[in-house]
């Protein structure tokens, strides 16, 4: 699990607010921006279009809670006739989208989507030591093979010295 990129864990997150809670069809992590991050859609849910959605109702939201003296948002619940969706912040770093069916228990789905959005900002908010571990580890191995062959290898001729019988035109 300490070696897994945080894509995997982004998808692992989602991925259990899913398994977990049957009511839930979709879950999504989004930027700020607007851009997909991770998701679990089903058929025909475009990724780029529930990003962009999903970004222009926070910044609705944003300037609604502002506007009317609110303070800043925390959540976004919007319920249609087939079911609700809910946007809530991953603490900052991003927001989790999550859409339930009709009939869904809305306090038991927002406490659920609350609960993984904080498990996606722990997400973001970790380093990332894969990488960098395995870039640290090849370099290290790079070195190490560079010096066993320097050892083995004979001395470098100064320059100047090289046999005149080489056919190289630099003589």
Do not use: C, H
């Amino acid at each position: 699990m300490g070696n897994e990129s945080r894509a995997v864990r982004l998808d692992r997150a989602i991925r259990e607010l899913l398994t977990q809670t049957a009511e839930i069809e979709a879950a999504a992590v989004v930027s700020f921006d607007g851009l997909p991050m991770a998701s679990a859609l089903p058929a025909g849910m475009d990724e780029d279009r529930v990003a962009a959605m999903s970004a222009a109702l926070l910044s609705l939201g944003e300037r609604a809670t502002v506007g009317l003296g609110r303070g800043e948002l925390n959540q976004v619940f919007i319920e249609g006739e087939e079911g609700t969706v809910f946007l809530v912040s991953a603490d900052n770093e991003a927001v989790l989208v999550a859409v339930a069916a009709k009939g869904a228990k809305t306090g038991m789905m927002l406490y659920e989507v609350k609960r993984t959005a904080a498990a996606v900002a722990d997400v973001l908010r970790a380093d990332e030591p894969p990488a960098a571990a395995v870039a640290e580890q090849s370099e290290q191995e790079a070195f190490d093979a560079l010096a066993a062959l320097t050892e083995s290898a004979p001395p470098y001729a100064p320059m100047g010295s090289l046999p005149e019988s080489n056919g190289s035109s630099w003589a």
